[in-house]
């Protein structure tokens, strides 16, 4: 049975710092982070392939690192700098295709962790 396990949300201020994990039952040639809010579709975060190439959304460039344990199918997101516009159901996936930030197929999502950053 697949499953991914998520952990690290939390509140933290402006300017602060969360990091995700998300733990799967297998290996995916393609992992990645997505987000959604009430009343807006889910976006993409960040992915990663099975070469450790990763792709952002300009909106997260240079503040959240995606990185991944190929070990022990491990996804990571550390988020610096956090805005309040990052305040979201954070959602981990596997085998996105396209291995894109605009990927929509997706085989498995995660149960989601809610990041809430204040003002």
């Known amino acids: 049975q697949v499953q991914l396990v998520e952990s690290g949300g939390g509140s933290v201020q402006t300017g602060g710092s969360l990091r995700l994990s998300c733990a799967a039952t297998y290996s995916s040639y393609c992992m990645g982070w997505f987000r959604q809010v009430p009343g807006k579709e889910r976006e993409g975060v960040a992915v990663?392939?099975?070469?450790?190439?990763?792709i952002y959304a300009d909106s997260v460039k240079g503040r959240f690192t995606i990185s991944k344990d190929n070990a022990k199918n491990t996804l990571y997101l550390q988020m610096n700098s956090l805005k309040p516009e990052d305040t979201a159901m954070y959602y981990c996936?596997?085998?996105?295709?396209?291995?894109?930030?605009?990927?929509?197929?997706?085989?498995?999502w995660g149960q989601g962790t809610q990041v809430t950053v204040s003002s």
């Open positions: 996936a596997t085998d996105v295709v396209p291995c894109t930030v605009a990927g929509r197929m997706v085989a498995y």
């Open positions: 990663i392939d099975s070469d450790g190439s990763p």
